[in-house]
């Protein structure tokens, strides 16, 4: 007889086994709804996420921006105050020249005037007076001493605002490379993204430098560097003015003591002799002057030559560079530097060129000027020959008839040899 097989182990029952499948639904529908919901989270994180990244960078970027523009507008600020400082320093310089210049040209009439006390000290008996000839060359003296004070006063100030002008310069150089390298950061910046190569993780990159600065710190250093500069520009500005009038001051002070001075020479015979040596050497000086002058303009004339050819350099620059390939034909600083070279080249050659048209004026005024000096010789040289001659008339007084000789030929003689030097030089002059 056949026994029934039965697989060994334990059995189930049925509400078992349907209580299992009933949780096993259960369970897998709850799975369900909780990976539904966190793929809902994840993508409502996801897009707020993408969302909030991308608006932060651009505003970011925004901000880099903005703080780009206001960099540069304080930039061009500092070029604008450092191209006043620059011209303030350079019209300072020459404005102090020109009164170095006057101050050395008191020594001409100082020296004159000592000669004509020195001469005078040579008179003999009666003609050793205190006259007012003597007083004004004494008033002269001091004149001059105290134009000379002058004049040297305001050089030593010229020198210290110099001094406070590169100071001031040289502080807005400092701010304006600081922000020009601030620039250079921030455009770096701005042009980076997410594909560029150069991108990673820093050590605390959200760190704050010691020595950093806040907003207004910064604005208000740049604006005490402007401020500076502006107020050493207008100190500058008021110094020269202060120096012109004193050159004018002291120049028309001098011309009138020497005026009074020759006025009162010319109430004597002998003033005629003062004048002649005076004549003779402003003669010389201006001999020198337009020798000088001369030398100035060919100076001139080859500075004016080289600058061509730096302009030539520039443009050839310029026009090599327009052969640069593609994306490589930018107008990159060097494209703006050479364009500012070539402006700056041509208002220096005109400015040179201006400069040699007046030196060539000064230098036909100092010759026409040296005409009429050797003229006025001659005129007061017969003046003077004529006042000897009445001298030499009067000899007659002290001396016997038959012992006077006439002085008349050597009187001839001396003429001409003063007439000659000038019919030469009317010759050069044509």
């Not at 020009?180 to 042009?191: F, G, K, N, P, Q």
């Not at 015979?269 to 020798?291: F, Y």
Request: proline share 3%.
């Amino acid at each position: 007889m056949a026994t029934l097989s039965m697989k060994p182990g334990q059995r189930f029952t049925f509400p078992d086994w349907r209580m299992n499948r009933e949780l096993l639904v259960s369970n897998a529908e709850r799975q369900r709804i909780a990976s539904h919901q966190i793929r809902q989270e994840a993508r409502a994180l996801r897009n707020e996420t993408n969302n909030q990244t991308i608006w932060d960078e651009h505003d970011n970027r925004t901000r880099l921006n903005e703080r780009i523009d206001c960099v540069n507008r304080l930039k061009e600020m500092l070029d604008k105050c450092l191209t006043n400082i620059d011209i303030e320093i350079n019209a300072l310089t020459q404005m102090k020249e020109k009164a170095e210049r006057a101050l050395q040209a008191k020594n001409l009439p100082l020296d004159v005037v000592i000669e004509n006390l020195t001469l005078r000290e040579s008179r003999r008996d009666i003609d050793v007076v205190k006259d007012p000839v003597e007083d004004e060359l004494h008033k002269e003296v001091e004149v001059i001493d105290a134009t000379r004070r002058d004049l040297q006063q305001k050089v030593s100030e010229a020198f210290e605002q110099l001094c406070l002008l590169q100071e001031a310069r040289q502080q807005l150089n400092m701010d304006h490379r600081g922000k020009m390298e601030a620039l250079e950061i921030d455009r770096t910046c701005v042009s980076l993204n997410i594909h560029s190569p150069n991108i990673s993780y820093k050590v605390n990159p959200t760190r704050v430098p010691n020595e950093s600065l806040s907003p207004e710190q910064w604005d208000q250093c740049s604006q005490y560097n402007k401020e500076r500069g502006e107020a050493e520009a207008r100190a500058s500005y008021e110094l020269r003015e202060a120096i012109a009038l004193t050159i004018a001051q002291t120049d028309n002070e001098l011309e009138a003591q020497r005026v009074a001075t020759e006025f009162a020479f010319r109430k004597r015979i002998h003033e005629l002799e003062r004048a002649l040596d005076e004549l003779r050497w402003g003669e010389k000086n201006t001999m020198e002057e337009i020798a000088e002058m001369e030398e100035d303009i060919r100076r001139l004339e080859e500075d004016l030559r080289i600058k061509v050819w730096n302009l030539k350099l520039a443009h050839t620059r310029l026009e090599t560079r327009t052969y640069r390939p593609n994306l490589e034909l930018c107008r990159d600083q060097a494209q703006h530097g050479l364009t500012d070279e070539v402006h700056q080249l041509e208002g220096t050659i005109a400015a040179l060129r201006q400069k040699l048209a007046q030196a060539q004026d000064a230098l036909d005024a100092l010759q026409k000027q040296l005409y009429r000096i050797q003229a006025d010789i001659v005129v007061k040289a017969n003046s003077l020959l004529l006042d000897n001659k009445c001298l030499d008339t009067r000899r007659k007084l002290t001396v016997p008839g038959e012992k006077f000789v006439p002085e008349v030929d050597t009187f001839n003689r001396t003429t001409n040899r003063i007439l000659s030097p000038l019919k030469s030089r009317q010759l050069e002059l044509a």
